[in-house]
């Protein structure tokens, strides 16, 4: 599992806010944490906190960017130089929908709060939006690939592929950020996202891509 670098001894005032905001926000729902909750986690006044982020709006889109970057770190750190277009797609996919699952208490969480805001419109629609076209560009750079690698026969254009496999991608890491009870095992997840693209795609997988402890 990738560490993530602003939890690392000695991180800046900045990033132990906002991982106490992640935190709390995951608990309590971002209207409910306060700057004050925030400050009290992390032994500063209120005052120190508002120096970084004079408003929730700012501290939002700043959490926001920071779970994306911190989820595209772990995916990424899941490729090998020697993968196919299919294994990177496939890597791509269960990568993140076992973040999800890792990270339903926390980061996860404050996707779904994300998703539930965006329907209000304003800002929060815009930080929506920007995740989701980041992840269909990272998933049409996949499909791009295999195509050129002659491994996937497309039944509609690439970008439309792409956009059918966000949509589940998010709806699965949705899913495991808010569904009761237990979690599905890494084995049945890759048997689930890989007969999903090879419906997509035609490419055939030909063992596990995920060792295990990967993610």
């Known amino acids: 599992m990738k560490t993530r670098p602003e939890t690392k001894k000695g991180g800046s005032t900045r990033q132990?806010?906002?991982l106490a905001a992640i935190k709390l926000a995951a608990r309590h729902g971002f209207a409910e944490t306060s700057f004050q909750m925030v400050a009290d986690e992390i032994g500063l006044s209120q005052?120190?906190?508002?120096y970084h982020f004079p408003d929730k709006n700012s501290?939002?889109?700043?959490?926001?960017?920071?779970?994306v970057r911190h989820n595209h770190e772990v995916v990424s750190g899941l490729m090998d130089i020697r993968d196919d277009a299919g294994r990177r797609l496939l890597k791509h996919c269960l990568g993140n929908a076992l973040w999800a699952l890792r990270y339903r208490a926390s980061d996860a969480q404050?996707?779904?709060l994300l998703y539930y805001l965006a329907g209000r419109g304003g800002e929060f629609s815009?930080?929506?939006t920007r995740m989701i076209t980041v992840g269909r560009e990272r998933l049409l750079e996949h499909l791009l690939?295999?195509?050129r690698e002659g491994l996937f026969t497309l039944k509609a254009d690439p970008a439309s592929v792409a956009e059918t496999l966000q949509d589940a991608l998010f709806g699965a890491m949705l899913y495991a950020a808010s569904a009761p009870g237990g979690k599905p095992g890494r084995a049945e997840l890759e048997a689930k996202w890989s007969g999903f693209?090879?419906?997509?795609t035609g490419w055939k997988n030909k063992g596990p891509v995920l060792p295990g402890g990967a993610v």
């Open 16 to 18: 132990k806010i906002l």
């Open 59 to 67: 501290l939002f889109a700043e959490l926001v960017e920071t779970i």
């Open 197 to 200: 693209i090879t419906a997509l």
């Open 110 to 112: 404050v996707l779904l």
């Open 126 to 128: 815009g930080l929506f």
């Open 145 to 147: 690939a295999g195509v």
């Open 47 to 50: 005052s120190a906190v508002m």
